[in-house]
């Protein structure tokens, strides 16, 4: 079955950065794009960015531009979202999800919780 | 503040109809962009419920159906059950990013 499967929590400090991973299986990875979604403790979701997987495109949210970067790797049909100058309010879970053809989201991952804390 | 407008809760009796509307703009969903809704059960990711305004992915249930019409969009849960309890999100297009609603929580009296 498809599935998406992210990386174990972490813990960062401010300023420090972070990278998530999320492998995908039971589909074939260059066909569809990955987003990242964020969702802050007891807040609603927040769209970060999207990455072809095909081409490694990039669509990034503008509040995030420069801090963000998402990238695949084909051959192990993995997907990555790096953040850098984490702050406190950077602290949330984070999603990825497959993005099918009309922009839907379709699966998501488990999710990955990052707290940002000195 | 987000794009698209939800409202914060709303409530329903076992075996209630309740709907959950999703307001946007002429930049979003009145440019013909389609709705996506999404339900996200307590401490889990969310899951795709509607796409594409009005179709369901195999698994869920006839009872949620969505609309689209104008600027807004809708959710409706017919036969509300308990394992319903959730947030609910949409989900469009607002000048080639991807926007979410804020969110409505479920609550089954």
């Known amino acids: 079955q498809v599935q998406l499967v992210q990386s174990g929590a972490e813990v960062k400090k401010p300023g420090a950065s972070v990278k998530v991973s999320c492998k995908a299986s039971?589909?074939?990875?260059?066909?569809?794009?990955i987003s990242w979604v964020r969702q802050a403790p007891g807040q609603g979701l927040e769209w970060m960015g999207w990455?072809?997987?095909?081409?490694?495109?990039?669509n990034y949210a503008q509040k995030l531009q420069g801090r963000v970067t998402m990238t695949t790797d084909t051959s192990t049909s993995t997907a990555y979202m790096e953040l850098r100058s984490l702050r406190s309010d950077d602290t949330a879970v984070y999603y990825c999800a497959r993005v099918v053809r009309d922009n839907w989201f379709d699966p998501w991952g488990q999710g990955t919780l990052v707290t940002v804390s000195s | 503040q987000s794009v698209l407008t939800q409202p914060p809760s709303v409530s329903g009796a076992p075996g209630q109809r309740v709907t959950i509307s999703c307001t946007g703009s002429?930049?979003?969903?009145?440019?013909?962009?389609?709705v996506h809704w999404y339900q996200q059960l307590p401490g889990t990711a969310p899951k795709l419920l509607i796409y594409?305004?009005?179709n369901r992915p195999s698994g869920v249930p006839d009872r949620f159906s969505g609309s689209k019409s104008g600027t807004s969009a809708s959710l409706a849960i017919t036969g509300l059950q308990a394992e319903d309890e959730a947030d609910y999100y949409c989900q469009s297009y607002d000048s080639s990013l991807t926007v979410f609603g804020g969110g409505t929580k479920l609550t089954v009296l």
């Open positions: 990455i072809s997987a095909y081409n490694g495109n990039t």
């Open positions: 002429s930049s979003n969903i009145g440019a013909g962009y389609d």
């Open positions: 594409g305004n009005s």
């Open positions: 039971g589909y074939t990875f260059t066909s569809y794009g």
